[in-house]
């Protein structure tokens, strides 16, 4: 049996800890970087809904539930005309509805255009912090399960940061590369990156060989130094 001595006495083991340690640096480089972008995404959906809203005024009445029909797919288990959703429209409060400002539907459209594949993960936002909180929209770009409770970018892993940049279009300007948009794509940096969080935490045996760690190494810092902006990005 590995006792913790062996991370520090085992060649291989040892980089895997040092695999860990640049996961998490790579996620504290992307942190900032992400959370600005969110804060551009939040203002362009915004100004976009505002404009087009006869007395604009950003809403905190609506929750998430209220503005998603029922059932929608992957949220709802309502079976039937005469059906019960039990899971999101489970309460007199949460049943859909228009938004009084009519302003939280049409953020939600925005929300799902910007969406590289259309469906967004709405389980993890909670709209009626969307007009104060950009990161509640970011987290409609994160993947489906693990994410609702993270209120801030600091509380979310490598893995949440890259989904955002993969699935919202936003980010397809943002990088010197094309974001691959399917599995028959080669992988771009973010994908590998992305690979690199999943490879490294679910290692059952905690081992790298050099040359796995020297790859992990290169390809984060590819990412890192991106030209188009993330070289530029000092904080």
């Not at 006495?9 to 996620?27: F, G, H, P, S």
């Not at 993960?121 to 399960?145: E, F, G, H, R, V």
């Not at 080669?186 to 990156?193: E, G, N, R, V």
């Amino acid at each position: 049996m590995a006792s913790l001595a062996d991370v520090f006495t085992e060649k291989e083991r040892t980089n895997w800890l040092k695999a860990w340690l640049a996961v998490d640096i790579a996620k504290s480089g992307l942190e900032q970087f992400a959370e600005n972008e969110a804060k551009a995404v939040h203002t362009n959906i915004y100004k976009n809904v505002l404009s087009s809203v006869p007395a604009p005024a950003a809403c905190n009445l609506c929750n998430t539930a209220n503005l998603l029909q029922c059932p929608t797919q992957g949220i709802c288990n309502k079976r039937g005309v005469k059906g019960s959703c039990k899971v999101m429209h489970n309460t007199s409060a949460n049943q859909p509805r228009p938004c009084p400002n009519n302003v939280c539907n049409k953020v939600l459209n925005e929300i799902e255009k910007q969406h590289k594949y259309a469906i967004p993960s709405w389980k993890n936002t909670t709209a009626t912090q969307w007009a104060s909180t950009p990161w509640q929209i970011a987290k409609a770009y994160l993947p489906p399960d693990g994410y609702s409770g993270k209120s801030s970018i600091q509380d979310t892993d490598l893995n949440g940061i890259i989904s955002f940049m993969r699935n919202c279009k936003h980010f397809d300007t943002k990088f010197s590369f094309p974001i691959a948009a399917g599995k028959n794509s080669p992988p771009c940096l973010l994908t590998k990156a992305r690979d690199i969080g999943r490879i490294v935490r679910h290692s059952s045996q905690c081992k790298l060989t050099d040359a796995d760690l020297q790859d992990i190494f290169t390809t984060l810092t590819n990412l890192l130094s991106d030209p188009t902006c993330l070289a530029q990005d000092v904080a």
